[in-house]
């Protein structure tokens, strides 16, 4: 149903860092890159990110998150350590979520600028 999202971001660089980190552990990588424009995807750029004054305030209780898929299991886990190491916050150790579905396998982390993150990959 979507084609892409944008965020805005208070500091380019470091959610450069922090995305070429998370992202390309999922296999995903940073297409396009200008001064003010971040786009990464497997094929095509899927995800945006731009500087502004003015992001989205984070706030936990939003519900406000996105969610990229994941090759595999390893990949999930290694997108929560990556992310980890580049700036980011746990908000989920990688794990099966109960209640989500039998294998739904996940991780959450929150980005620099507070966005929630989520890698998910069914199955084994």
């Not at 600028?113 to 084994?124: K, P, S, T």
Request: charged share 25%; aromatic share 12%.
């Amino acid at each position: 149903m979507l084609d892409h999202v944008s965020i805005g971001v208070r500091n380019i660089a470091k959610a450069k860092l922090f995305y070429d980190a998370a992202l390309g552990a999922l296999g995903y990588r940073r297409l396009r890159e200008a001064a003010d424009l971040l786009g990464y995807g497997a094929d095509s750029p899927r995800f945006w990110v731009s500087p502004t004054d003015h992001p989205v305030d984070p706030d936990m209780r939003t519900g406000l998150h996105f969610c990229f898929t994941a090759p595999d299991r390893a990949s999930v886990d290694a997108f929560y350590k990556q992310a980890l190491a580049a700036g980011g916050r746990d908000n989920g150790k990688p794990g099966i979520r109960d209640g989500y579905a039998p294998d739904y396998y996940a991780a959450f982390v929150i980005d620099p600028d507070g966005y929630r993150i989520e890698a998910y990959c069914g199955g084994q």
